[in-house]
């Protein structure tokens, strides 16, 4: 049985946030994939289902972002799992938006929701980082992760959360390989060898012919040769 834990902030309050990108993914994965109703547990809220093979349960905590570690260490001790069966889904500054990346163990890096998860189950298990950029200077920081996605982010933010769904039935069967190449279907999508013309293009001018510079007593002589 594996855990995905989607960091996040409860409420409708924090519901659009950049800060709740992990919310996000695992609503989509739910929907996606026919998990059952969401339900309070853990001090959060659950789902449970199946992705391939891989009995999964989703894992959104309630007891906001600084103390997501409370939450997902009653869940994992209940079932009597190892940290390498979470995987936690955050939001990463150090990414470009729409960039998305695996990680196992390290670090917390100053994230609050990866501190506390550290400070409740150690830090082997795996995250996956979801970028949502940099304001520029770190003061900027908590307004940032605390408002809204703009308009301009909701496609990048669409094709994301669309790849993390078409991705973690590999995810769960710990293909992080697989699950990228699923996220980059998504975001950054092959394009087609062939180009069609432009519906108001027109065709090229034909060449010129040369300018014939022969005389007339020349040409008459060609035209019998």
């Known amino acids: 049985m594996h855990i995905f834990v989607g960091l996040g902030n409860p409420g409708p309050k924090y519901a659009g946030n950049r800060h709740n990108i992990g919310f996000m993914a695992l609503d989509r994965i739910a929907d996606d994939h026919g998990f ?52 936690v889904f955050h939001d990463e500054l150090d990414l470009a938006p729409g960039k998305v ?34 304001p520029g200077r770190k003061d900027l920081v908590s307004h940032y992760v605390l408002h809204d996605f703009g308009k301009a982010d909701q496609e990048w ?34 394009r087609s060898s062939t180009t069609k013309p432009k519906a108001d293009s027109k065709p090229a001018d034909p060449a010129p012919e040369p300018e014939d510079t022969r005389s007339a007593m020349q040409k008459l002589m060609d035209k019998f040769r």
């Open 157 to 190: 933010l669409d094709d994301v959360l669309r790849g993390v769904s078409d991705g973690a039935p590999m995810l769960a069967q710990g293909d992080s390989g697989k699950f990228l190449n699923a996220v980059s279907l998504r975001t950054n999508p092959p």
């Open 101 to 134: 990346r695996v990680k196992m163990g390290g670090g917390h890096a100053g994230h609050n929701g990866l501190r506390s998860i550290h400070g409740h189950i150690g830090e082997a298990y795996k995250r996956v980082r979801l970028g949502i950029g940099h």
């Open 36 to 87: 059952g109703p969401w339900r309070s547990k853990f001090q959060g809220q659950i789902s449970e289902g199946r992705l391939g093979s891989a009995k999964v349960l989703l894992l959104k905590p309630d007891t906001f972002m600084n103390l997501s570690g409370q939450s997902v260490g009653e869940a994992m001790r209940f079932y009597k799992l190892e940290p390498s069966d979470i995987t």
